[in-house]
């Protein structure tokens, strides 16, 4: 009996953790990646000159075709993608589809989603895991329908969230969580053996819209363990932040919870010995802060951050 020839995929998905999931595709000799679609190229930094996506990266030094529509729907480029002849579509980290792009393939299209759906459901799953103080997230492949992220599940691997784990960790721990399910996945369907199970809508589901600048202000009416999931789900980037009282903006990375909450403290009151701590009042706790960078300055620990100011212009 002869072999199957290998599947055919077209690949789609732009950021860094996009390129574990095609690299792992690459490696399996079942799979032939014959199309990659990313983002156009963007101008980036002070030059403003035309950067690539990572995915873009990545399939260049496989040299594979790669096509960059700025309109999915345009005819030019769904005559295009229907002339790679794929049998399945593999997304990751893309941005939402027409049905006459999902739906091209015989085998559909499969995502890659860094939450357990139904929960999270969105653009920003790994922040609002972090920032509702989540002790597990994970992982799920899943079928491409209608409604964003709401298709028939295939595979869900859970992923433990440590204590001090944050965006930038977390998301490492994802890309390759989801590197190894979409293979799992990619390998089911190419054996006929995926299953297809419609999403369960029971309890309440926490969704995960896109960050936006005011979603970092940290709010010291919220305890102090509130805040520092804010800081843990917004660190390295975008970066939870606060005005100090002489009015300048200071980005926070890391912070604790300092228990003290004397009777006279009110919430919003700073704190510092002007050496070795700079905290917040809350009204559970003190919100310690240990990693930041003060507007047009460098990102410091908190004991040189100190070091470099009149502690007292910063909490008066």
């Not at 895991?129 to 691997?157: C, K, R």
């Not at 490492?172 to 999403?199: C, F, Y």
């Not at 520092?228 to 890391?254: C, E, H, M, Q, Y």
Request: charged letters at 20%.
């Amino acid at each position: 009996m002869a072999e199957s020839a290998p599947l055919r995929i077209v690949f789609m998905g732009t950021p860094e953790f996009a390129v574990p999931t095609l690299e792992a595709l690459l490696g399996w000799p079942g799979a032939r990646v014959v199309a990659v679609v990313t983002a156009p190229d963007k101008p980036a930094g002070r030059g403003r000159q035309l950067s690539e996506s990572a995915v873009k990266q990545a399939a260049r030094a496989h040299e594979l075709p790669v096509l960059q529509p700025t309109n999915l729907k345009a005819p030019e480029f769904q005559q295009e993608l229907r002339a790679c002849a794929a049998d399945l579509q593999v997304v990751v980290a893309f941005r939402m589809l027409p049905e006459a792009v999902w739906n091209m393939p015989p085998r559909g299209s499969i995502n890659i989603h860094a939450s357990l759906l139904p929960q999270y459901r969105g653009a920003a799953p790994i922040n609002w895991a972090l920032i509702h103080g989540e002790e597990q997230t994970g992982v799920t492949s899943f079928f491409l329908q209608h409604e964003i992220d709401t298709g028939n599940l295939i595979f869900q691997d859970v992923v433990p969230i440590a204590p001090d784990d944050d965006f930038g960790a977390l998301y490492e721990k994802l890309k390759v969580a989801g590197a190894q399910l979409a293979l799992r996945t990619v390998q089911a369907i190419a054996a006929g053996t995926a299953p297809s199970i419609p999403q369960a809508a029971a309890g309440e589901l926490r969704h995960a819209p896109k960050i936006q600048k005011e979603t970092g202000r940290l709010d010291f009416q919220q305890p102090a363990a509130a805040l520092v999931n804010r800081v843990r789900g917004l660190s390295p980037i975008p970066t939870a932040f606060t005005t100090l009282p002489d009015g300048r903006t200071l980005k926070v990375f890391r912070a604790g919870v300092h228990p003290d909450t004397p009777a006279d403290a009110q919430p919003g009151q700073w704190l510092s010995d002007g050496r070795s701590f700079l905290r917040v009042q809350t009204p559970e706790g003190q919100l310690d802060l240990l990693d930041v960078q003060l507007e047009g300055k460098k990102r410091l620990p908190i004991g040189e951050f100190l070091r470099g100011f009149n502690h007292l212009s910063l909490i008066n």
